[in-house]
C-alpha cells in the first residue's frame, strides 16, 4: 500500500482527502465531491457531489446558463434549448410558453382546467374569443349573432338593414 495525506504528484496536491489542481479541479474523497473551477455548488463551473440522501449535480456560468439538480428538484436556464424524440412528453398541472404580462407578449398558457392563448390580434380565455381582422371559414353555429356591418353571401349587412342590389331587408 502507498498511503499519502500530503505532497504533490503529476503536478496535482495531496491535500488530506483531496487531490486537487490547485482550486481549479479538485477530487473530494472525504466529501464524496469533484469540482471543476469552483467547489461551491451552485457556483460557475462543475460540481457533483454525493449527498445523504442522494447525489447533486450542476454545471454552467452559475447565474444566466446552468444545468442543476438539488437533489430534488432539476433546474435549466438557458437562452436556447432544443429537446426532440417520438414521444417526448411534459406532464405538468400548469405551463406557460412565451412571456405573459408584457406589452405586445405572446403565450400560451393553462392550468387549474383553463387554457390561455394571446397574441397581437387575438386573445382566447374562458371559451371568449376576441380578435381582429380576423377571415373564418367553415361551418359556425350559434344562437345569438350581433353584429352592425359587413357582408355575408353577397348581401351588404348594416347596423338595421340587410340589402343586395335592390332587394332590402329593414
Known amino acids: 500500500d502507498v498511503l499519502f495525506t500530503g505532497g504533490k504528484i503529476a503536478g496535482w496536491d495531496i491535500v488530506g482527502n483531496v487531490l486537487?489542481?490547485?482550486?481549479?479541479?479538485?477530487?473530494?474523497?472525504?466529501?464524496?465531491?469533484?469540482?471543476?473551477?469552483?467547489?461551491?455548488?451552485?457556483?460557475d463551473g462543475l460540481q457533483m457531489e454525493h449527498v445523504t440522501d442522494g447525489a447533486k449535480f450542476h454545471v454552467g456560468d452559475g447565474s444566466n446558463k446552468f444545468i442543476k439538480f438539488d437533489g430534488t428538484d432539476v433546474e435549466i436556464k438557458t437562452e436556447k434549448a432544443t429537446l426532440s424524440g417520438s414521444s417526448v412528453e411534459l406532464i405538468t398541472p400548469s405551463f406557460l410558453f412565451g412571456?405573459?404580462?408584457?406589452?405586445?407578449?405572446?403565450?400560451?398558457?393553462?392550468?387549474?382546467?383553463?387554457?390561455e392563448i394571446s397574441s397581437s390580434?387575438?386573445?382566447?380565455?374562458?371559451?371568449?374569443?376576441?380578435?381582429?381582422n380576423?377571415?373564418?371559414?367553415?361551418k359556425i353555429t350559434t344562437s345569438d349573432i350581433n353584429a352592425?356591418?359587413?357582408?355575408?353571401?353577397?348581401?351588404?349587412?348594416?347596423?338595421?338593414?340587410?340589402?343586395?342590389?335592390?332587394?332590402?331587408?329593414?
Not at 482550486?23 to 451552485?42: A, E, M, V, Y
Open 121 to 132: 390580434n387575438f386573445h382566447l380565455l374562458g371559451g371568449n374569443i376576441t380578435a381582429s
Open 99 to 115: 412571456e405573459s404580462g408584457s406589452t405586445n407578449s405572446s403565450f400560451i398558457s393553462g392550468g387549474n382546467g383553463t387554457i
Open 20 to 43: 486537487q489542481n490547485g482550486t481549479d479541479i479538485q477530487l473530494d474523497g472525504g466529501n464524496k465531491r469533484i469540482s471543476i473551477n469552483d467547489s461551491t455548488f451552485g457556483n
Open 148 to 170: 352592425d356591418g359587413g357582408t355575408i353571401g353577397g348581401f351588404t349587412l348594416g347596423t338595421t338593414k340587410l340589402s343586395s342590389g335592390d332587394l332590402v331587408l329593414s
Open 134 to 138: 380576423v377571415d373564418l371559414s367553415g
